[in-house]
């Protein structure tokens, strides 16, 4: 009883700071929260890579390489209003701060003298890729609309809740019981129903929030179902990713950031891989 307190108490505060992040008017907010989230989330993947025997990746290095290549999205879609209205015609912007680090990851490990250099380079690139890439996509979501970014993240907690609350129900086939014995294709079923329920309640109501900035009509609601589909479905995945990684490594969670929950990586496995995608979708339909 009493970790089901702290788990729910600790979920509804991070969910709480995220929404206020993305809704604040103050951007400094926003970029110290999703700046903190990344820099945990780097921290917490190349711990983990040290379970892995021989795997010693320069993860200050990488850590630094991730948060500058945050830091670039950032400045450029959330700080500098006139360059995030004229994108297009600063194609080099997120890359000029971060690209020296992706040499560098290469070149250090001439020096380090370790015994796998080119998985120790994989796995650094790897959690640029897993960790830091997404949290810039969130802000290019939000460089896109608050109402979109903020979409994104309910949509994920709404399916979530939707596969446990069905999955615990009325769960008896499983889905991919080789990585995640208790998720079912019941729970799949109620987290897709409550996906569409979420996007289509957007598409009705989100004009209604003044805080959203956003005027009915201008995402039509095939294309907010679209979305909605779109981030149920590689979010789900992301969490079998996650459980693939942490089975593979023989861990529980990724760290205890979150009582309850686990780390960062926890609470944003499917987040993780869901943004890439949903920022791609959202760039090509708006």
């Given at each position: 009883?009493?970790?089901?307190?702290?788990?729910?108490?600790s979920?509804?505060?991070f969910?709480?700071?995220?929404?206020?992040?993305?809704?604040?008017?103050n951007?400094?907010?926003?970029?110290?929260?999703?700046?903190?989230?990344?820099?945990?989330?780097?921290?917490?993947?190349?711990?983990?890579?040290?379970?892995?025997?021989?795997?010693?990746?320069?993860w200050?290095?990488?850590?630094?390489?991730?948060?500058?290549?945050?830091?670039c999205?950032?400045c450029?879609c959330?700080?500098?209003?006139?360059?995030?209205?004229?994108?297009?015609?600063?194609?080099?912007?997120?890359?000029?701060?971060?690209?020296?680090?992706?040499?560098?990851?290469?070149?250090?490990?001439?020096?380090?003298?370790r015994?796998f250099?080119?998985?120790?380079?994989?796995?650094?690139?790897?959690?640029?890729?897993?960790?830091?890439?997404?949290?810039?996509?969130?802000?290019?979501?939000?460089?896109?609309?608050?109402?979109?970014?903020?979409a994104?993240?309910?949509?994920?907690?709404?399916?979530?809740?939707?596969?446990?609350?069905?999955?615990?129900?009325?769960?008896?086939?499983?889905?991919?019981?080789?990585?995640?014995?208790?998720?079912?294709?019941?729970?799949?079923?109620?987290?897709?129903?409550?996906?569409?329920?979420?996007?289509?309640?957007?598409?009705?109501?989100?004009?209604?929030?003044?805080?959203?900035?956003y005027?009915?009509?201008?995402?039509?609601?095939?294309?907010?179902?679209?979305?909605?589909?779109l981030?149920?479905?590689?979010?789900?995945?992301?969490?079998?990713?996650?459980?693939?990684?942490?089975?593979?490594?023989?861990?529980?969670?990724?760290?205890?950031?979150?009582?309850?929950?686990?780390?960062?990586?926890?609470?944003?496995?499917?987040?993780?891989?869901?943004?890439?995608?949903?920022?791609?979708?959202?760039?090509?339909?708006?």
């Open positions: 009883m009493n970790n089901l307190i702290t788990r729910t108490l979920g509804a505060v969910v709480a700071v995220v929404i206020a992040a993305i809704l604040l008017p951007p400094h907010f926003f970029g110290i929260v999703f700046l903190a989230m990344t820099i945990l989330g780097l921290r917490e993947f190349y711990l983990l890579c040290k379970h892995i025997e021989g795997i010693e990746p320069a200050v290095l990488a850590t630094v390489g991730g948060v500058a290549a945050f830091l999205a950032y450029c959330v700080i500098d209003e006139k360059v995030s209205a004229n994108v297009g015609n600063h194609p080099y912007a997120f890359l000029v701060l971060y690209i020296p680090f992706i040499s560098a990851l290469f070149m250090v490990e001439l020096f380090r003298k015994a250099p080119i998985h120790n380079v994989a796995i650094s690139l790897m959690g640029h890729f897993y960790v830091a890439l997404p949290f810039c996509c969130m802000c290019a979501m939000k460089m896109m609309g608050a109402v979109y970014l903020l994104f993240f309910i949509l994920i907690w709404a399916s979530d809740t939707g596969a446990y609350l069905v999955g615990r129900c009325i769960g008896k086939h499983k889905m991919f019981e080789r990585v995640s014995p208790k998720k079912t294709w019941e729970g799949i079923g109620g987290g897709l129903l409550f996906a569409l329920l979420f996007g289509w309640l957007f598409a009705q109501f989100a004009s209604e929030i003044p805080a959203l900035g005027k009915a009509g201008d995402f039509a609601i095939w294309k907010w179902m679209t979305f909605a589909v981030v149920f479905v590689s979010g789900a995945l992301g969490d079998l990713v996650e459980s693939l990684f942490k089975r593979y490594l023989q861990i529980k969670d990724s760290g205890k950031f979150l009582p309850g929950h686990g780390g960062v990586l926890d609470r944003l496995d499917s987040a993780l891989i869901a943004a890439p995608i949903a920022f791609s979708f959202l760039a090509i339909a708006l």
